[in-house]
């Protein structure tokens, strides 16, 4: 009587085991998985790399769309080397006099242009000069600040991050960047009238910077 109870127990002993082994399977195959709704949240996917720049590209693409906007300085640098020099500040002079002065008129350096930009500057300088004396398309030489901003508005040139000063009829000048590709062009109404292309400053823009160290 007794042997036949503990067979009956053995036999019903064998199903929960089974199911305690099932269990203890499905629990291992999801072991560090984590799904929406069941407690926790989605792994969050690995960050993708940040696309590089081509600067080369943009400056190159800024090149062509100053080229269709003034077609006949376009023409005039096409012969131009496009390879030079890297915009740079210069070195500082082994002199410790003449090194402290550069060090404090740093801030009025302005960066070296490659041959095509310089090409491209002085050919817009010698445009706007023409105009201010009275030709080369212009209506008349400018005496005011109102006069010299028609002027170079009529010319084609905006004043982003420059701009046309003085009072009236006295101290006219401008400062302005050449459309899409630079560089830097700054002129005064004088006498006499000058007009230079030059790079931007170090610190960066067009105007002078004020200040020093």
């Not at 009587?1 to 203890?24: E, I, N």
């Not at 499905?26 to 709704?37: K, P, Q, S, V």
């Amino acid at each position: 009587m007794k042997a036949a109870t503990g067979a009956r127990a053995r036999t019903r002993a064998v199903p929960l085991l089974l199911a305690a082994a099932v269990a203890a399977a499905l629990a291992l195959t999801g072991c560090g998985t984590r799904t929406a709704g069941a407690g926790g949240a989605e792994e969050p996917p690995a960050p993708s790399a940040a696309p590089s720049v081509d600067y080369a590209a943009q400056a190159a693409a800024a090149v062509a769309r100053h080229d269709k906007l003034f077609p006949e300085i376009a023409a005039r640098c096409a012969d131009t080397a496009v390879a030079g020099a890297e915009p740079t500040a210069g070195e500082l002079p082994a002199d410790p006099e003449a090194r402290k002065y550069a060090e404090n008129h740093a801030y009025k350096q302005q960066a070296e242009l490659t041959p095509r930009a310089e090409c491209r500057g002085d050919a817009h300088a010698a445009r706007i000069k023409a105009a201010l004396l009275g030709g080369s398309g212009g209506k008349g030489a400018p005496h005011t600040v109102e006069e010299l901003r028609a002027v170079l508005t009529g010319l084609g040139y905006g004043f982003e991050g420059g701009g046309v000063y003085g009072s009236g009829a006295v101290n006219v000048s401008f400062v302005l960047s050449v459309p899409e590709s630079g560089p830097c062009v700054t002129g005064r109404l004088g006498p006499p009238v000058s007009v230079k292309a030059h790079g931007m400053y170090v610190e960066g823009g067009c105007p002078e910077p004020r200040g020093g160290h």
